[in-house]
């Protein structure tokens, strides 16, 4: 080998070198100690919970807590976080909040005496002699008090609950609000998926047909088998079917806003005192015995609904604030408010319009017989059966054919409210909300397809018009690429979050003992901040969902519009800061420093850096003489 080529040699090896040393980065050595403590963290298994908690166990190493994963069936996962199973004996759990976001009042998931206290809160942890109770109970037992419902003082006051119980209590820690993705073919125009299937029926139409389509007035959809349109009987009621059939008496969009519907005003005469006006001209459709073919809407009907959810319903409970129902005239009814019975004076309930939204039921066809007392209505009648396997409302469809366990068929009824003339909806804003149906859509057929792959194969040879893909990202990114698909995207009623058990029996993380270092705020909620600020989420959002899924700090939906505080505290990934609280609950040895390098490390690159550059321009021009 001639001398120039082996200094050209040498030279590129010392520039190979010299990059690895200008590109060194701080590498991030995990800790060798023994961890401070191990906390138990469950979850069901599927999906992608027990990723998240994988991911969670990593993070939480580099502050030295041992999160231990253990995943089990739903059932037994659910027992569990409800305390019936093992008694709480678990520290972090990973779960989605799933629900209607129609008002901000989430004491049933954040207070004291919450159905969905999961992570039990309790008035202790906050107590207040001059509020006679915690502070996060006060802030929200207050705002189920405060009127009108829409107030800007409502408003404010949910603003500053938010603050505080995500700052002082720290019952979760936000992950994400997951987007809903809905696949349609490309030749369906006006589906608006944010607002849903009925509202966007009206303004819906084909242009021509797809693959495999046979008809251009009839959209078929992938859905549950039916069972009971029954809104009473909450489990076994199939809400998309009875949403379509019977109407709701007020109407909540996607933004929430609230619209008049079967009830054209809903008057608020003082703080316990709702006057509901109803909509005049609205005919019931025909029964299944084909008895009742000329009944319309009137008082009587809102009065048998209410009266039936707060007394007959498996959701009873729901509708205890409801002292009073009564009849002024055909069209009027009065409800009086009284949230707590068992004190003097009437209590206000701000939340009742959500309560209001409920299917209105006909009377005439389910109150045919009563018990004994001659005003409870008799569910054991013929008629009561007959609505759960045949049911019929007001609503823009009616059943058509249903074969068990195959699909369902519904069809629009050509002479109901929607559709009819003289009904007047102007203070609905109707044909901006609902279209003209002009578009030629007269049948919806529902299939039942309970597995995905079948779902997807139905869909991509044209036997359905519409799939969801919101967690099939790589089948998203391909009907993206293909015109004879269209993607929708809305926010989706689904907080994912980890919870923290803060009860008492908890060591660590339930502790009520003040920090050493700082006895204003208590260990188990400088390590329930801790792990807050220990959690990459958008790390966790880029592996898991290619960083789409939109990431929250709120302690609710996103879809809670004009309720959520826009300046809510933030637990940004911060390993100082996480690394601050556990110093201040006295975890201090082992703890690792941030991952940068010593002074005299930078100073060694540098200068060393500098000689081997020095060498190379040294070897060149020497080369270059000879």
Sequence with gaps: MSRKKETIRVSLLLVIILSGFVQIKPVKIEATTEPFFI?????????TRPDLLFFLKQHCARIGIDIQIYTFEWPTFL???????DNYNFDIFCVNMVGFAGDPDWSKVYGENGTLNLGGYDTSMDWEEELGTGRNEWYLQTGIELMPPESEERVQHYWAWQQYMMDKILPIQTLFNPNSLMATWSNLQGFDYAEGLLPSWGKMSFTGLHTGQHSQDELIINGKDYDSINPLISWKCNYDISNLILDRAIWYDSQLNVYPHLATDVLLINDTYIRINIREGVKWHSDPDGFFTNEYLDVDDFYFTYYAFKHLSDSSQLFKWIKDVVKVDQYTLDIFIDEDPDTIENDNFAPFQKYLEVAILPEHYLNQTQLPDGQTPDTADASWGKFDSDGFGTGLFEFDSHEEGVQTTLSVVSDCWYLDPLVDKSDMDFINRFGDFTGGLNKLRIRNLPFRVAQLAEFEIGKIDMVPVS?????????LQDPNFEIHSRFSNILEYFGYNMRENRDHIGSRDPCPNDPTITIGLAVRKAISYALDVDEINEV???????QTNLPFYETLAKWKNPNIIRYDHDLDEA?????LANYTSGVQEPDTLEWWEITGIVLTSVFIAGVIVFTFFKTKKK
């Excluded at 967690?471 to 009907?479: C, H, I, T």
């Design 39 to 47: 906390l138990k963290a469950i979850t069901n298994g599927g999906g």
């Design 79 to 85: 027992g569990m976080i409800r305390g019936d199973i």
């Design 471 to 479: 967690r099939l990202l790589d089948k998203r990114d391909e009907y």
């Design 544 to 550: 898991l969902f290619r960083g789409e899924y939109l």
């Design 579 to 583: 690394r601050r609280y556990m110093v």
